[in-house]
């Protein structure tokens, strides 16, 4: 149901019941009230046509009332009682609708200030009580039909619930909060700068870059943190699965949860009802993985249009303040490495790294995760070194280090040093003058810093080979 109902349904026989109204609901007022306060001013058809669809209305007149307004609206032309019955009588309609007389009495009794917004929430609602009536009643011959098994029917039954929930948005610009009222003062993070709160966080990379496993040894220092994770996966056997949440130490435990290709259903769209439900549920909000988009994405990933749209479900999950990974692969031709598919991807992500794994062989080693979208500001290079299933990131492995494996890492990679370019080095880490210029005075009568005089007789320090 995409919300416009079809001749066949508005004649859906009903089955009755003892005590059971004999009319379907309706608000006739509430539909004539809103015809009429457009008359009078049609500048409230911009916040009718925002929220309601023809079928909205329960009258057929009333229907053809509304869709008149709306080509006259996009013709720019004035909407009013004679324009309107012009319309109709160019359709052949006007005596359909009773013509101009119904037409000026739609205001009769109105308030002097129409509450449009009132009457478009009454007129909705039993709208929508209709809508389900019609979906019930569908559903139910179905049933007794058996044409349909019962996982075609439910699967048919979840679309329409999310289609009719859809049509409820009845949000208007006079209920909008204003910004501050949303809470959110300032970004938070589930880890720094990698993974903030309410985001939708890229992850690409070549097959074998080390992507999903971040991404889940990035779920696994959340859950540690108290934060459930939800991985949503049709990518990756079973077996692959468990091989690498036990090598980087993912138990099982109510914080995590894995809905792969193994279960009896497939892993569910990222804005599906029971994830949205799940994810509102969970304080703090969750990390929900999504492996990988081109499994979950289903068409052209080229089509701007449906690549928006997907990330769109993943933004519903963000917007609720869940942190949403969303696993990629690059692209093969030199102008799209950073991502496959339409430029959209990248317009639609708040944070987009791409993964590059420099081990041997295929094998996890350094990483480098290079940003190429960010509305955060960050853009800067992140390495990390895996090993014995742990990722260390390159500050956190600095802050590991003694004071003499950071000296020691410095002259390894500023060969030549000379002692002012040290000091400057050190200052930037926090490790004292003093303690930098007695690592080099020992290390070189120790024999493992080279000593070496320049020009103007500047002394250049190297590690000997068996240092290096």
């Given at each position: 149901m995409d919300g416009t109902m079809t001749a066949a349904e508005r004649t859906v026989p009903i089955r009755k019941r003892t005590g059971a109204p004999d009319a379907l609901p309706a608000n006739i007022d509430a539909e004539r009230f809103v015809l009429g306060s457009i008359m009078l001013d049609d500048g409230f058809y911009a916040r009718g046509a925002g929220v309601l669809q023809c079928d909205d209305f329960s009258l057929e007149k009333h229907r053809r009332i509304f869709r008149c307004m709306g080509d006259l609206h996009q013709r720019g032309l004035r909407i009013d009682p004679l324009a309107v019955f012009d319309e109709l009588a160019k359709r052949g309609e006007a005596e359909s609708c009773d013509g101009l007389t119904y037409l000026v009495a739609l205001d009769d009794g109105l308030p002097r200030v129409p509450s449009i917004d009132t009457y478009i929430r009454i007129l909705k609602d039993k709208s929508t009580l209709r809508r389900i009536i019609f979906a019930s009643q569908h559903t139910l011959n179905r049933c007794l039909m058996g044409e349909d098994g019962p996982d075609q029917i439910l699967a048919d039954v979840r679309e329409t619930i999310e289609k009719l929930t859809e049509t409820r948005q009845t949000q208007t610009i006079d209920d909008?909060?204003?910004?501050?009222?949303?809470?959110?003062?300032?970004?938070?993070?589930?880890?720094?700068?990698?993974?903030?709160?309410?985001?939708?966080?890229?992850?690409?990379?070549?097959?074998?870059?080390?992507?999903?496993?971040?991404?889940?040894?990035?779920?696994?220092?959340?859950?540690?943190?108290?934060?459930?994770?939800?991985t949503l996966d049709r990518e990756n056997p079973r077996t692959v699965v468990a091989e690498r949440n036990?090598?980087?130490?993912?138990?099982?435990?109510?914080?995590?949860?894995?809905?792969?290709?193994?279960?009896?259903?497939?892993?569910?769209?990222?804005?599906?009802?029971?994830?949205?439900?799940?994810?509102?549920?969970?304080?703090?909000?969750?990390?929900?993985?999504?492996?990988?988009?081109?499994?979950?994405?289903?068409?052209?990933q080229n089509d701007a249009g449906e690549m928006r749209a997907f990330l769109h479900r993943c933004r519903r999950l963000a917007d609720l303040g869940a942190s949403v990974i969303v696993?990629?692969?690059?692209?093969?031709?030199?102008?799209?490495?950073?991502?496959?598919?339409?430029?959209?991807?990248?317009?639609?992500?708040?944070?987009?790294?791409?993964?590059?794994n420099f081990g041997a062989d295929g094998l996890l080693d350094k990483l480098i995760l290079r940003p190429f979208k960010n509305r955060l500001g960050f853009t800067g290079e992140l390495s990390y070194q895996y090993a014995g299933g742990r990722f260390i990131r390159g500050?956190?492995?600095?802050?590991?280090q003694t004071a003499s494996e950071q000296l020691t890492a410095l002259l390894r990679l500023n060969p030549g040093v000379t002692v002012r370019k040290l000091d400057h080095l050190v200052n930037a880490r926090g490790i004292g003058r003093d303690r930098a210029r007695r690592f080099l005075s020992d290390g070189v009568l120790s024999g493992a810093i080279r000593r070496e005089t320049g020009r103007k007789n500047e002394r250049r320090h190297y590690l000997t080979e068996a240092e290096a």
């Open positions: 909008l909060p204003a910004v501050s009222a949303s809470g959110a003062t300032s970004v938070e993070y589930v880890r720094r700068p990698e993974l903030p709160c309410g985001a939708v966080v890229a992850l690409t990379g070549d097959a074998g870059s080390g992507k999903s496993t971040l991404a889940a040894a990035w779920a696994r220092d959340a859950i540690a943190r108290g934060i459930a994770a939800l036990a090598r980087i130490g993912l138990a099982d435990s109510p914080l995590y949860r894995h809905w792969g290709g193994w279960m009896p259903q497939e892993a569910p769209q990222p804005d599906s009802p029971c994830v949205l439900d799940w994810a509102r549920l969970c304080d703090p909000r969750p990390v929900v993985i999504v492996d990988s988009l081109a499994a979950f994405h289903g068409g052209d696993v990629h692969h690059d692209g093969k031709a030199e102008t799209a490495r950073d991502y496959r598919g339409s430029s959209d991807f990248k317009a639609a992500v708040d944070l987009a790294f791409h993964v590059s500050d956190e492995m600095e802050a590991r």
